[in-house]
């Protein structure tokens, strides 16, 4: 289980990574539901599959989930899968669209790359529909590379020697 880890760029502590915990549950939830067209499980999501969901998070020491703070104000949420093959990366949502824009979510991205490459995983990859034009530009623009298409998503592959890695604190 991984709910104990607050992160942060070691020169900008206002933007932080901070565990999910119980109380995040129905903020992640609207979240989701808000963007449930860019994501693969298009069903509205109710309280009691968000528990399950959160049960096994709990129980899975491979799973990490965040909620990003700025300046203490829950704006987002990132998170990533250790597998085999490396570390697979979902759920990144802009929660408040008051902070479209403003590079907090490309922050956020930065410093839990840092912190996965720290961990001694140099393989760092993530889906992302066709639909959402929007996240695959961005991805782009955050150093990933686009190895392969399917029929409805792109399968893109963090490039670690573009990647603007920061020194990370872990508290």
Not at 128 to 142: D, H, P, S, T
Request: charged share 25%; proline share 1%; hydrophobic share 40%.
């Amino acid at each position: 289980m991984n709910n104990t880890l607050r992160i942060s760029a070691l020169s900008d502590k206002s933007i932080i990574l901070k565990s999910i915990a119980l109380q995040d549950q129905e903020i992640l939830r609207t979240w989701k539901n808000k963007n449930k067209e860019y994501f693969f499980f298009k069903e509205e999501i109710n309280q009691e599959m968000q528990q399950v969901w959160f049960n096994g998070y709990l129980r899975d020491p491979n799973n990490y989930m965040f909620i990003i703070e700025y300046n203490l104000r829950s704006v987002g949420c990132i998170g990533f899968k250790v597998t085999p093959e490396g570390a697979d990366i979902y759920n990144v949502i802009l929660g408040d669209d008051a902070f479209a824009k403003s590079g907090i979510m490309s922050r956020s991205m930065k410093i839990m790359c840092s912190y996965i490459i720290e961990k001694g995983i140099s393989r760092i990859f993530l889906k992302v529909l066709q639909i959402n034009r929007i996240a695959y530009e961005w991805y782009l623009k955050n150093s990933f590379n686009n190895k392969y298409s399917q029929e409805d998503y792109h399968f893109l592959e963090l490039d670690i020697e573009k990647n603007d890695r920061c020194i990370i604190n872990i508290v």
